[in-house]
């Protein structure tokens, strides 16, 4: 191996619900390692380019794909106030060689919703990415998230997205009962991250309350029990399944 020797590879990440402003996004990390994130206008897909520099190509190309995992899934939970339905990630070009040589080589986002207006958030994102470390825990809460968020019908999603924040107390010790995960955890999980979510109390039990997020899955769930019509109960799902996913998506960005 040359100590000039580089792999560059380049990744699209189908995306939906993110449009950046800076159309062209470049990192350089303090080893060298350089990511890429390009979109065209009104595409669909992002591009992102890895460029590992000193290393062999069987290092370098599992090193690129890792980060580009990283970019994937710091894309998919920091997300602020857009929802991002992203992946599967594919690679689409690879090389290796000499730095000279390639430092001339180039290889060759559904409805976009949002924008990244601030370049400097890109950037952070990229920055996280190569310094993108996770628990076996939190590996497997994201992965579902992820998961959660493609699909295209409302009440699907934000059904899952609810086991996704039941699968969270559970993994990371929440549950009052590490062994029966009930709904009273997640709510405490919503309510630790925003006081402000409405509450009301539970028709099956008044002496205890719900979040406005627990009561539209219960009121769906559980319509005969609680004499409700599945299908208003279902519209108003889908009306607060924005705000729950966003809510969810901050949560389980925090999972060490």
Known sequence: MSSTDVFKAEYTIPVA???FVDRSVEWTGADGVRLWLH???????????????NTTEA????????????????????????????GPLQ???????????????????????????????????????LNYNRSPAAGSVRLMYRLALESPQPVIRYLAV??????LAEVTGQA???NHVVQSDVDAILLAEDRGIPTSPDPRRPSRSETEFTRA?????HAEDRGRDPRQ???????????FTNLAGRIVAKVP
Do not use: C, K, W
């Open 217 to 221: 899955r219960n009121d769906f769930i």
């Open 233 to 243: 109960a279902a519209r108003e799902m889908g009306a607060l399944v924005y705000r």
């Open 176 to 178: 009052r009962d590490p």
């Open 39 to 53: 979109q065209e206008d009104g595409d669909t897909m992002l591009r992102l380019e890895v460029v590992v520099p």
């Open 17 to 19: 619900g993110i449009s």
């Open 59 to 86: 290092d370098g190309a599992a090193r690129a794909e890792r980060i580009a995992t990283n970019v994937l899934e710091v894309l998919t939970v920091d997300h602020g106030d857009v929802v991002i339905h992203a």
């Open 91 to 129: 690679l689409s070009g690879r090389v290796f060689g000499p730095g000279a040589i390639l430092g001339a080589v180039r290889l060759a986002a559904s409805a976009v919703v949002a924008t990244y207006a601030d370049r400097a958030r890109v950037e952070a994102i990229l920055q996280a990415a």
């Open 162 to 167: 609810y086991s996704v924040l039941m699968l």
